[in-house]
């Protein structure tokens, strides 16, 4: 089974902070992503990448960077933390489209981050 | 851009009984994915069934079927014999076939009643 590892499923940081999530997958899948949840809005895509150190902006970069320094790592950094980032945050991790059929998203347990 | 639209933000049913969930989306593309995926409380967000656009057969896994109707851009989940278990989120959820990003609906919170 596919395993998405993330580093915290609670985290409370206070604002101004430099916050930093870290996901982890082990299936040697190409694509990694971060998505926000929030109620009512379902899930908003932050960043992903597609290969080691390449990265795309998704719907809602502002205020987040991503690192993707090894092929099964994907960090989120919150720069300066600010209270509207409280949210629930998912990573998650597939094959590209191509390979035979469109390949399913895999996610994460996700990190409930409270930012005072 | 593509936009995904649960109109149903709770819905509940009794146990054993059937429940259909509703999705629409907004596209010009003609290739495409559709997913839902199920959000159990607390726990990890699991693929439920997708449908690929060109086919025009409705895809089936097991008590979960869809209602694929692409002209209308509608895009149902229907739970049949429902059971405790399946009370979660359910997302709708639409991929370009070229594209590697998802765009999610807001989601539907089932409940079961047993």
């Known amino acids: 089974d596919v395993k998405v590892t993330q580093s915290s499923r609670y985290l409370v940081k206070r604002t101004g902070e430099k916050v930093f999530l870290e996901c982890v997958q082990d299936?040697?899948?190409?694509?990694m992503f971060w998505y926000r949840q929030d109620p009512g809005l379902g899930l908003r895509l932050i960043y992903f990448?597609?290969?080691?150190?390449?990265?795309e902006k998704g719907d809602i970069p502002e205020g987040y960077s991503v690192s993707r320094e090894k092929k099964e790592r994907f960090s989120l950094i919150l720069e300066s933390a600010s209270t509207n980032q409280t949210s629930m945050y998912l990573c998650?991790?597939?094959?590209?489209?191509?390979?035979?059929?469109?390949?399913?998203?895999?996610f994460g347990d996700g990190t409930r981050l409270s930012i005072l | 851009a593509q936009t995904v639209t649960q109109s149903q933000p709770e819905m509940s049913v009794q146990e054993a009984e059937t429940v259909t969930l509703s999705c629409t989306y907004d596209?010009?593309?003609?290739?495409?994915?559709l997913f839902w995926y199920k959000q159990p409380p607390s726990r990890q967000m699991i693929l439920v069934i997708r449908?690929?656009?060109?086919?025009?057969q409705n895809a089936t896994e097991n008590r979960f079927s869809v209602n694929f109707q692409k002209a209308a851009k509608s895009f149902s989940l229907k739970i049949s014999d429902s059971q405790l278990g399946d009370a979660a989120m359910y997302f709708c959820?639409?991929?370009?076939?070229?594209?590697?990003?998802?765009?999610f609906g807001g989601g539907t919170r089932l409940m079961v009643k047993p």
């Open positions: 449908q690929e656009a060109y086919k025009q």
């Open positions: 596209t010009s593309e003609s290739d495409y994915y």
């Open positions: 998650a991790s597939s094959n590209p489209p191509g390979r035979g059929t469109n390949q399913p998203q895999h």
């Open positions: 959820a639409y991929n370009r076939n070229a594209g590697n990003m998802l765009t």
């Open positions: 299936m040697d899948h190409e694509n």
């Open positions: 990448s597609y290969d080691v150190k390449m990265k």
